[in-house]
């Protein structure tokens, strides 16, 4: 079995900072995601890539950007933190993009004071 | 618009009893429909998923999910609850089994009671 790694797991930040979350999966999956998490909102897609160096937005892109420079990763940036935001980011991998179960990660709780 | 309800935000139940959570679609057509479970602290993980065919869809640790598309719905059912199957229950849907297009329910906590 593979495993999806985030970190950190933890990250608070200041309003208006850069930040940047990371993951990492090792079940050699094409495509990876990454999801916010608000409490009442269920999950929202910001990015995903079907294969290194693609990105391609979802839902709520704006205000992030991606990188997918390896297969194995695909990082988050948040470009400039909102006060008072707090948020859960969810990774998640799939072999494709089509009739896949996802594989998810443990997630980064953002907290911006 | 397409969409999935779970119209439930929280569910209690006692350990040992059955339990039902609730998941509606509004879909044009008949879209691929998953259940995925998340546990404190931890990502989401899949407990069953309904492509065509059989209305009735066996998921791990005893769950079990009906596809009614009279209804619109895809219900999730235990017969007996567990403690440990406290969490949070996600529907989500995609027409076309296009991952990238899947959207997902608001999420039902369930919390057993001993």
């Known amino acids: 079995g593979g495993i999806i790694t985030q970190t950190p797991k933890f990250l608070i930040g200041q309003e208006g900072q850069k930040l940047t979350l990371k993951c990492q999966q090792n079940?050699?999956?094409?495509?990876m995601y990454w999801y916010r998490q608000d409490s009442g909102k269920g999950l929202r897609l910001i990015y995903y890539?079907?294969?290194?160096?693609?990105?391609q937005k979802g839902d709520l892109s704006e205000g992030y950007d991606a990188s997918r420079e390896k297969k194995s990763s695909f990082s988050l940036t948040v470009t400039s933190a909102q006060k008072n935001e707090m948020a859960v980011f969810l990774c998640?991998?799939?072999?494709?993009?089509?009739?896949?179960?996802?594989?998810f990660g443990h997630g980064t709780k953002l907290s911006v004071l | 618009a397409q969409s999935v309800t779970q119209p439930d935000a929280r569910v209690t139940v006692s350990e040992g009893a059955s339990l039902q959570l609730r998941c509606k679609y509004s879909?044009?057509?008949?879209?691929?429909l998953f259940w995925y479970v998340q546990y404190q602290r931890q990502g989401l993980q899949l407990l069953l998923k309904y492509y065509s065919g059989d209305p009735v869809v066996q998921g791990v640790n005893g769950f079990e999910a009906e596809f009614s598309k009279s209804d619109s719905s895809f219900h999730l059912r235990k017969a007996s609850v567990h403690w440990s199957d406290s969490a949070v229950y996600f529907c989500a849907a995609t027409l076309t089994g296009n991952t990238r297009k899947l959207i997902f329910g608001l999420g039902t906590t369930l919390q057993v009671q001993p």
């Open positions: 890539s079907i294969t290194e160096n693609d990105l």
């Open positions: 879909y044009s057509g008949t879209p691929y």
């Open positions: 998640a991998s799939s072999i494709t993009g089509n009739n896949e179960r996802l594989f």
């Open positions: 079940f050699n999956h094409d495509t």
